[in-house]
C-alpha cells in the first residue's frame, strides 16, 4: 500500500506495481447441488446467486433476489492440486525472490478451510497448501545454488485473543516466554515468544507440520477447546544470501498461511455460555478483520486499524502493504448455507478491492559489508603507494597519527608562529588536518598564557559594569571616554585592551602607522577640520584594563603615556613638532611665538591664510582701477552733457529748423551725442565689472576671515600648550573632552601685522556673535561700507575733476 510502505523504507529497495487481492472461491463437493440458486460464469471467474421467490422468508431484510460476485476464480471440483496450482504457487515462487506472501482461507465451519489448507495428513495426494508450499521452498532452494537459502517455520494459534505456540513442545524450544506478545520494529510484526523453527530439509518441515497439526488436535481435547473457533497462522520465513561474497545485500521474506476460524454468524450456532464467549471472539476478530480489509480498500484511509485484535496485529505486515496477498473463500454449495455462502463471498469481493504494492525485501549485511569495505580500503592503499613511487615520493604513511606524530606537528606549528620555520611541508590530507588543528590548539593555548598574564599585572573591569568603571574613574585611572589614562610598563595598553593574538612589538608599530596616516590626512583635509579624538577610539575589547594601584605613581605613568598615546591632539605637522627644544621657563611674547607657530605647526594654515589674502589684495587692486576707470568715463560724460546743454541753448537762442517735424542740429551737437551714447556704453560695462569684482572681493573676504580665525585659534592652542598648560593636565583635556585650551577670545589675540582693511574687517568679527545667523547681519554692513567707501571715491574724484 502507498501509504504504509514508507515504514520499511530501509528495507524495501525494489518496489513493485500495484496489484490487486486475488480472491478465489472454493465450493465444497455435495451430491446436494443448489444449481438454481448458485451459477458460475463462463470464465469461471464469477459467482450469480438467485434466490426464490418463495424461500425468500429466510433472508431477513433481504428485498433483494439476485446477486453476482466477480472473483479472480472460481474453483468447483477442483483437485487439491489444481487448487495449490491456481492459489500458492506464484506467491510461494516470489517468496523466494523476496516478496513476502500471505494466503488466507476464509469460510464457515465444515467448508473446508483445514481441507484447503492443512489437507488430510494420511492421505498424501489430498495434502493441502502448507506441505506443498514447504515442497516448492525446498525443490527451489535446489535450483538456486548460487544462494545460501534458510528456511524458518513458526505455527501460532490464536484462541481466545490468546497466543498459543504449535510447536513449542518441540525438544529445541527453550523456556516458553508466557503470554506472547506481538512486537512491532522496523523489520515488521513479529510474535515474541513464539519458537522459530530452523529447517534444512523437507523432511524436517513435514515433521514440523505434523507436530503442529497434531497439537491443535490435542489441545483442542485436552484445553477443551473447539478447533473451528481458532485461528491458524503456519509462517515460513526465507532468507537468501548470495554465495558470492561481495554481496553484501540480502533478501528475507515470509510466507503467511492463514487457517481462519468459522465465519458463520452467532445466532446460527444457538451457543450459551462458553460457546458464547468463543463466537463472540470469532465474530469480534473476524468483524476487525473485515474491518481492517475496508479499509486497506479505501484508498482515502490512511489509518488502518490493526490493533483492534490479535489476529490483525499478528498480520499487521501480511494484509496489504507490500504482500503478494490471495484469499481463497470456502463455500458449501447447497441451498440450506446459501446465507452463509452470501456473507462469504461479500467478503471475498471486498478482499478484492484491497491493493497491496509488492516489494522485494532487501538487508545489508553488515558483516560482510565490513569485510567488503575493508578489503576496498586495502586496495585503495595500495594503489595510493603506487602513485606515490609513480610521483618518486617516499614512502607516505596514510594511516591515523600517533602521539608522537601530533607532538612534531605541535612543534612544526609552534615554530612557524615564532618565525623559526618558514613553511610547513604538505605531506597528505592528515596531515593538513591536524596541522590546523593544531593551529587551534597552540592559539588556544596562548590566549590563555596573555589573559593570565594580563590577570597578574591588570584588574579586569567589566565594560558594562558602570558601577565599576565610575569607581576607577573618580580614582583618576581612566578618562571620561572610559580609556585608560596610563600603563605601567611602557608596553602601549594605553587604549584599552589589545587584541590577544597581537604582539606588543608588532602593535607599537601599527599604532605609529596609524598616527601617521592620521596626520596625513589631516593635511590633506587642508586645516578646516580639527581630528577628533572620538575618531582615534579603537579599542577593541569589552574589558578595560586597568593598573593595579601597586604598579606606581600615577602621575609617572601619565608622564610615559604622553609619550607614546596616540590619543593627544594631533599636530598638524607632526614631524616638526616631534624636533620641538624643551619647553622655557618664562613664555616668549606671542608676536615673537606667532612667528614661531606660523613656521611650525600654523605653516600650513598660514600658506592658505596668505594664499587667500593675495587673491583678495589682487581682486581689490582690480576694482580700485575699475573704480578709477569709471569715475574718468563719469568725468569725460558729464563734460560732453554740458557741451550738449551749451549747444542746445545756442540753437534756441538762433531759432530752431524744422524740417518735415524732425529737428535739424549741427554736426558738432550730433557727435556730441554720439560720444554721450558712447561713454554711456562703456560706463555701463565698467559698473557690471566692478559689481563682478566686489561679489568676489566678499567672498575672498570671507575665506581670509576663516583662515584667519582658525590660525589665531590654533596658534592660542599651541602657545596655551607650549608654555602654560601643564602636561599632565593636557592629557585630560585630550580631543574628545569638552575643554580646548585655545578656546580664548580672538579680541584678545595679538595684531597680525595686516593691511588697515584687514585689521578693518577683524574688528568687525570681533564684535560680532558667531553663527549662521549673524551672516547677513555681517554681509549688509559690509555692503553699507562698501558702498559708502565707494561713494567717497567718486566724490573724491569728482572735486578733483572740479579742480
Ligand atoms: P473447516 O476447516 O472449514 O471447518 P474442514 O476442512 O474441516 O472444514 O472440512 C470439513 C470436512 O469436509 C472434512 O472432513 C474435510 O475432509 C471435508 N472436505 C472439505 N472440503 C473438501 C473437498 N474439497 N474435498 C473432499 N473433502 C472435503
Ligand atoms: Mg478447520
Redesign the pocket.
Known amino acids: 500500500m502507498m501509504r504504509r510502505k514508507n515504514d520499511n523504507k530501509r528495507y524495501f529497495t525494489r518496489m513493485g506495481t500495484r496489484k490487486k487481492v486475488h480472491a478465489f472461491v472454493?465450493v465444497?463437493?455435495t451430491d446436494d447441488f443448489a444449481h438454481e440458486m448458485i451459477k458460475y460464469g463462463d470464465d469461471n471467474k464469477s459467482i450469480d446467486i438467485h434466490i426464490k421467490k418463495d424461500l425468500q422468508k429466510g433472508f431477513v431484510n433481504n428485498k433483494q433476489t439476485d446477486w453476482s460476485f466477480k472473483l479472480d476464480g472460481v474453483l468447483h471440483n477442483a483437485s487439491q492440486d489444481l487448487v495449490y496450482e491456481t492459489v500458492a504457487k506464484d506467491v510461494v515462487a516470489q517468496a523466494l525472490d523476496g516478496y513476502n506472501g500471505t494466503i488466507m482461507c476464509y469460510?464457515?465451519?465444515?467448508?473446508?478451510?483445514?481441507?484447503?489448507m492443512t489437507g488430510?495428513t494420511e492421505n498424501y495426494k489430498h495434502r493441502g497448501i502448507l506441505p506443498r508450499a514447504l515442497q516448492q521452498v525446498f525443490r527451489m532452494i535446489e535450483e538456486r545454488p548460487t544462494h545460501a537459502i534458510t528456511v524458518r517455520v513458526s505455527y501460532l494459534e490464536i484462541y481466545n485473543e490468546s497466543l498459543f505456540d504449535l510447536l513449542s513442545t518441540l525438544p529445541c524450544v527453550g523456556p516458553s516466554v508466557t503470554p506472547m506478545t506481538i512486537v512491532e520494529n522496523p523489520q515488521g510484526v513479529f510474535i515474541k515468544g513464539l519458537s522459530v523453527h530452523l529447517t534444512s530439509q523437507e523432511e524436517d518441515a513435514f515433521s514440523l507440520l505434523f507436530e503442529g497439526e497434531t497439537n491443535r488436535i490435542i489441545a483442542s481435547h485436552t484445553m477443551n477447546k473447539n478447533s473451528?473457533r481458532s485461528h491458524c497462522i503456519f509462517t515460513i520465513y526465507v532468507e537468501a544470501h548470495s554465495r558470492t561474497l561481495s554481496d553484501e545485500k540480502y533478501i528475507t521474506s515470509k510466507i503467511n498461511l492463514v487457517?481462519l476460524a468459522?465465519s458463520e454468524r452467532l445466532k446460527k450456532s444457538g451457543s450459551e455460555g462458553r460457546v458464547l464467549k468463543e463466537a463472540t471472539y470469532i465474530n469480534k476478530s473476524l468483524s476487525f478483520l473485515e474491518q481492517a480489509i475496508i479499509a486497506l480498500g479505501d484508498q482515502k484511509r490512511d489509518h488502518i486499524p490493526f490493533r483492534q485484535c490479535k489476529l490483525t496485529h499478528a498480520l499487521k505486515d501480511s494484509l496489504g502493504g507490500n504482500c503478494n496477498m490471495v484469499l481463497l473463500t470456502?463455500i458449501y454449495g447447497e441451498a440450506s448455507q446459501l446465507e452463509e455462502t452470501l456473507s462469504s463471498l461479500r467478503f471475498a469481493s471486498r478482499m478484492k478491492l484491497v491493493t497491496t504494492e509488492p516489494a522485494i525485501n532487501e538487508k545489508y549485511d553488515a558483516e560482510r559489508m565490513v569485510k567488503n569495505l575493508e578489503k576496498e580500503l586495502a586496495l585503495l592503499k595500495q594503489e595510493l603507494a603506487i602513485h606515490d613511487s609513480l610521483a618518486n615520493r617516499t614512502l607516505v604513511n596514510y594511516d591515523p597519527m600517533d602521539e608522537i606524530q601530533i607532538a612534531e606537528i605541535n612543534s612544526q606549528v609552534r615554530r612557524y608562529l615564532e618565525g623559526t620555520l618558514d613553511e610547513i611541508d604538505i605531506i597528505n590530507l592528515r596531515q593538513i588536518q591536524e596541522v590546523f588543528n593544531q593551529f587551534r590548539v597552540v592559539l588556544s593555548q596562548q590566549e590563555q598564557e596573555v589573559e593570565l598574564t594580563l590577570r597578574r599585572k591588570y584588574t579586569l573591569i567589566d565594560k558594562n559594569d558602570f558601577a565599576a568603571i565610575s569607581a576607577v574613574q573618580k580614582a583618576g585611572l581612566m578618562d571620561v571616554d572610559g580609556h585608560l589614562v596610563g600603563e605601567p610598563d611602557g608596553q602601549g595598553f594605553g587604549l584599552g585592551v589589545t587584541p590577544f593574538s597581537a604582539k606588543p612589538g608588532k602593535k607599537a608599530k601599527s599604532k605609529k602607522m596609524f598616527k601617521e596616516q592620521l596626520s596625513t590626512s589631516a593635511r590633506k583635509e587642508g586645516a578646516s577640520s580639527p581630528v577628533g579624538g572620538k575618531d582615534l577610539d579603537f579599542s577593541t575589547s569589552k574589558t578595560q584594563l586597568t593598573p593595579s594601584s601597586k604598579e606606581g605613581d600615577v602621575k609617572d605613568m601619565l608622564m610615559r603615556d604622553r609619550e607614546t598615546s596616540s590619543t593627544e591632539p594631533l599636530p598638524l605637522d607632526s614631524p616638526k613638532e616631534e624636533l620641538r627644544p624643551p619647553r622655557p621657563s618664562t613664555p616668549p611674547p606671542k608676536p615673537v611665538a606667532f612667528e614661531d607657530f606660523k613656521n611650525e605647526r600654523g605653516s600650513e594654515i598660514n600658506r592658505i591664510f596668505k594664499e587667500n589674502k593675495s587673491i583678495l589684495n589682487e581682486r581689490r587692486k582690480r576694482a580700485s582701477e575699475t573704480t578709477q576707470r569709471i569715475n574718468a568715463i563719469k568725468r569725460e560724460m558729464d563734460m560732453t552733457k554740458e557741451a550738449l546743454n551749451f549747444q542746445k541753448s545756442l540753437r534756441e537762442k538762433q531759432g530752431e529748423y524744422e524740417n518735415k517735424g524732425l529737428m535739424i542740429i549741427d554736426e558738432e551737437e550730433f557727435l556730441l551725442i554720439l560720444k554721450l551714447k558712447d561713454l554711456k556704453k562703456q560706463y555701463r560695462t565698467e559698473y557690471q565689472d566692478l559689481r563682478d569684482l566686489k561679489a568676489e572681493i566678499q567672498y575672498c573676504q570671507h575665506l581670509v576671515d576663516q583662515c584667519r580665525h582658525r590660525l589665531l585659534m590654533e596658534f592660542d592652542i599651541w602657545y596655551n600648550e607650549s608654555f602654560f598648560i601643564p602636561e599632565d593636565i593636557q592629557v585630560s583635556l585630550k580631543p574628545g573632552s569638552s575643554i580646548r585650551p585655545g578656546m580664548v577670545p580672538i579680541s584678545r589675540i595679538v595684531s597680525l601685522g595686516e593691511d588697515d582693511q584687514d585689521k578693518f574687517s577683524q574688528l568687525q568679527q570681533t564684535e560680532l556673535p558667531e553663527g549662521p545667523d549673524s551672516i547677513s547681519f555681517y554681509n549688509a554692513k559690509v555692503k553699507t561700507e562698501q558702498k559708502h567707501n565707494y561713494l567717497k571715491t567718486m566724490m573724491g574724484f569728482q572735486q578733483a575733476h572740479r579742480k
Do not use: E, H, L
Request: zero cysteines; hydrophobic letters at 5%.
Open positions: 472454493r465444497k463437493p469460510g464457515q465451519t465444515g467448508a473446508g478451510k483445514t481441507y484447503t488430510t473451528s487457517d468459522g470456502n
